[in-house]
């Protein structure tokens, strides 16, 4: 697998061609910062070691289509052309793009399977816009799968989403009770025993229709070495 070494970080490319780069982001990576500013971004990395992106006006940040949060780790595609950037674009705002994810949370299910249908609105908190679990935001919808539990401290789920709003994982996971593990900002508190030192949660795959051949193109990003370490923790201590 061919990786990208740039501006301290290292960033593993599952796919490249003339239209599109696919990557695993590693935890720690912004996608986007000061607006304009490209450096100590995943797009100022790419661009550094060498492999161009499309950087047109409607671009906020050179190929930025769709965005993980600093923390979170996992596949993000980059656009590299034009027709690229008005596809990905189109299939990211219109929900036809499938993401899944992998979230460590705290707690377990008595169900192991569930939806999550709670609309999710901005929240002012000391100079910082978070979200919410709010009546009179937008439409969200979040779905969940239980893959292992680990006695009542933590449960390892697989997460699709209906819709792309701002931390919608961690807050859906918050408003029932099941905040990520590490997530501070939404509700989590430390527990003995369990060292983590970034919010649990890893974008897993990414399906989309390739703007190139018109064909399926599915990535997947292998868990990193901080969160299975975590999770070999949690299956030594409190495995069933």
């Not at 996608?31 to 906020?60: D, H, I, N, R, W």
Request: net charge neutral; glycine share 10%; hydrophobic share 40%.
């Amino acid at each position: 697998m061919q990786e990208l070494e740039a501006e301290g970080f290292v960033v593993p490319v599952l796919y490249l061609d003339d239209d599109t780069i696919i990557v695993n982001k590693p935890s720690g990576l912004a996608v986007m910062t000061k607006p304009g500013q490209v450096a100590g971004t995943l797009s100022g990395v790419v661009l550094a070691a060498g492999v161009s992106l499309y950087a047109g006006t409607e671009a906020e940040v050179p190929g930025v289509v769709h965005r993980l949060d600093k923390d979170t780790s996992g596949v993000m595609v980059l656009a590299r052309s034009a027709r690229a950037w008005l596809s990905l674009h189109g299939q990211i705002g219109e929900h036809t793009a499938n993401k899944e994810y992998v979230a460590l949370v705290s707690g377990t299910f008595t169900e192991k399977r569930g939806w999550i249908d709670v609309p999710i609105g901005a929240l002012r908190s000391h100079g910082l816009l978070l979200r919410q679990a709010d009546s009179s935001g937008r439409p969200s919808r979040t779905s969940f799968e239980v893959i292992r539990s680990f006695s009542t401290r933590a449960s390892l789920l697989r997460v699709t989403i209906q819709t792309g709003r701002t931390h919608q994982i961690r807050v859906h996971c918050s408003y029932i009770g099941h905040p990520v593990l590490g997530d501070y900002t939404y509700g989590y508190r430390a527990q003995s025993g369990i060292d983590v030192k970034r919010q649990m949660l890893h974008s897993f795959a990414l399906a989309f229709v390739s703007p190139a051949t018109g064909t399926q193109v599915c990535a997947v990003a292998a868990l990193p070495e901080d969160f299975k370490s975590v999770l070999g923790v949690l299956a030594r201590d409190y495995g069933q």
